[in-house]
């Protein structure tokens, strides 16, 4: 058969494929979330997320040494505090020298090229385990605001780089925006997360962090899985308050508002690989049902695709080792 076009020539080797590949994925593209709990040498696995754990300062410093020699230039810390340190408004959350605050500046001073990126929001701190302050079973918005502020202002100070604000009460990039540069931080910048869904995928960073919700869900102020044009309007606004880039979480079951937003926003949108992504494919690699190196790579390459400039991924040792032995 004479065919003029025969699209499977552009596939015939691997040099062709590869050079003729409209996306690829990069450990730049990476930031690797951590998780950092109180005490010395402990290095806790997290059983719902199989390679991933819970590290006390100390172990952590030693960790990061890995995570930097593969080339990963920015990671995520998230807190595990125990339930006797938290309360309704998270106070702890400011307070100086807290654990949180501690490993901001220790891994700061220890690794200075890297970048930190924090999260603000109530959960890690508040006994109610929600983003926010709880009266009468609702989740108070403007009161809760106060709090992040203070706690974005707190995480500058320790050393933060990118302030990542996961909690969707509205108004707070804004303020907290303002709240950064009356302080003096105008250069400390803030990655919002917009939209973000009221999603089942996030259950094994709950057991990581023990923050799940003692009572209800987050349905009124994380977003419907239902909706994509109300992501429009979400980081329309976030772009408006001053957000310097935009993210999307959790990533594979929403790659059409990854696609959305990066087709419509001149900034940066970022894909959160969220715990329960991770899990299916360990969990799935670990039955021998799934090739977990590949389905790993076609995962983090499907985010590239759609449009995320940036992907927050607990696979990112895995997929820089991989990409460094290529
Ligand atoms: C909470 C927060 C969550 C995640 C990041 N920050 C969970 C939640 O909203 O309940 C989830 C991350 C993941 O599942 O990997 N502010």
Redesign the pocket.
């Known amino acids: 058969m004479n065919l003029l076009h025969r699209p499977r020539r552009n596939r015939k080797s691997e040099a062709i494929r590869s050079m003729v590949a409209e996306n690829s994925l990069s450990v730049n593209d990476f930031i690797f979330?951590m998780f950092v709990t109180g005490g010395t040498g402990k290095k806790e696995e997290i059983k719902s997320m199989p390679g991933i754990s819970r590290f006390s300062l100390d172990t952590l410093l030693i960790e990061l040494e890995e995570v930097v020699a593969l080339g990963i230039k920015c990671i995520c810390l998230?807190p595990n505090y125990p339930e006797s340190k938290k309360d309704k408004y998270a106070t702890e959350s400011h307070q100086e020298g807290t654990l949180y605050l501690e490993s901001l500046s220790a891994i700061k001073a220890k690794f200075p090229e890297l970048a930190i990126m924090t999260?603000v929001?109530m959960?890690?701190y508040s006994s109610d385990g929600h983003?926010g302050i709880v009266e009468d079973g609702k989740i108070l918005n403007d009161e809760t605001v106060e709090v992040l502020c203070k706690m974005a202002v707190a995480q500058a100070k320790a050393g933060a780089d990118i302030i990542g604000p996961?909690?969707m009460m509205d108004g707070r990039i804004e303020a907290i925006r303002a709240a950064l540069d009356a302080e003096g931080f105008q250069e400390v910048s803030i990655m919002a997360?917009t939209a973000?869904y009221a999603s089942a995928?996030?259950?094994?960073?709950?057991d990581a962090l023990e923050?799940a919700?003692k009572f209800g869900d987050?349905k009124t102020y994380?977003m419907n899985p239902a909706n994509s044009k109300e992501a429009l309007l979400e980081a329309e606004l976030d772009i408006n308050e001053g957000a310097d880039m935009i993210m999307v979480?959790?990533a594979f079951s929403y790659l059409d508002v990854i696609k959305l937003l990066n087709d419509n926003f001149n900034i940066p949108v970022t894909a959160?690989n969220?715990?329960?992504e991770?899990a299916m494919i360990k969990a799935a690699a670990n039955n021998g049902w799934i090739d977990g190196e590949k389905a790993m790579m076609e995962m983090l390459l499907s985010m590239k695709r759609a449009g995320a400039s940036v992907i927050l991924t607990?696979f990112a040792k895995e997929a820089a080792a991989v990409l460094n032995k290529n």
């Open positions: 979330p998230f999260d929001a959960d890690p983003d996961s909690d997360y973000k995928f996030y259950g094994p960073f709950r923050s919700p987050k994380q979480k959790p959160y969220v715990s329960g991770y607990y």
